[in-house]
């Protein structure tokens, strides 16, 4: 199975709105609605941000929303602080109950 | 919301198995699925395989021939092993799990990570 498609760095200001994008297949992002978001801040297990394409765990800030259309799964952020510089990755159930990850998304608060 | 700990070897030589365990600790609501995930140094990350609430198991493609993942429910505890390492291999390895919460909310914990180096 292939990762999932990320851009490797994205950036913003404070205060601003982005988007990362994630893009797969049929077989996974296509056809699940299991895609989910992850932040990795450096030396730091990931944590869970999104679950379900658009769900948010308890806790978690609901500047962080998400989309699907098509093979292309959609992460934004509104109104960007500086702890949301981190690594994100989006992750979807695959047609063969398998897992796959993206390869990651740097986002830099400038 | 439960919390992981894990354990297992850190250093390994070429074709060797790694073998690493972890330990489901605290309130349990209702577990349904637990993951082993990889990240090789300055990489991202990697599923290694996964145990559903119907006591299946699915492996990464990849790492099928190489893997086994075995749940002790008197325990607890789930475990990985991976046989004939090599560099390739080397990783900070997480454990995880996903838990529904009564009112239908997901969460998920992970283990602290277990950083596994193989080398001669």
């Known amino acids: 199975q292939s990762a999932l498609t990320q851009p490797a760095s994205v950036s913003g200001s404070p205060g601003q709105s982005l988007t990362i994008s994630c893009t797969g297949g049929?077989?996974?992002?296509?056809?699940?609605?299991?895609v989910s978001w992850y932040q990795q801040h450096p030396g730091k297990a990931p944590k869970l941000i999104l679950y379900?394409?658009?769900s948010r765990p308890s806790g978690v800030s609901n500047r962080f929303s998400g989309s699907k259309s098509g093979y292309t799964a959609s992460l934004t952020i509104s109104g960007l602080q500086a702890e949301d510089e981190a690594e994100y990755y989006c992750?979807?159930?695959?047609?063969?109950?398998?897992?796959?990850f993206g390869g990651g998304t740097k986002l830099t608060v400038l | 919301q439960v919390q992981l700990q894990q354990w297992g070897a850190g250093l390994l030589k070429p074709s060797e198995t790694l073998s690493l365990t972890c330990a489901v600790n605290?309130?349990?609501?209702?577990?349904?699925?637990w993951d082993w995930i990889r990240q090789p140094p300055g990489k991202g990350l990697e599923w290694i395989g996964e145990?559903?609430?119907?006591?299946?198991?699915n492996y990464n493609p990849s790492l099928k021939s190489r893997v086994t993942m075995s749940f002790d429910t008197s325990k607890n505890q789930f475990s990985l092993k991976l046989r004939s390492v090599t560099a390739a291999d080397t990783a900070v390895y997480y454990c995880?799990?996903?838990?529904?919460?009564?009112?239908?909310?997901?969460?998920?914990?992970w283990g602290q990570g277990t950083l596994v180096t193989v080398s001669s």
């Open positions: 995880a799990t996903w838990e529904v919460a009564t009112t239908g909310t997901k969460s998920q914990s």
């Open positions: 992750s979807s159930f695959t047609t063969s109950d398998t897992r796959v």
């Open positions: 605290g309130e349990s609501r209702t577990g349904f699925y």
């Open positions: 049929s077989s996974d992002v296509g056809g699940s609605k299991f």
């Open positions: 145990f559903n609430h119907s006591a299946t198991i």
């Open positions: 379900d394409v658009s």
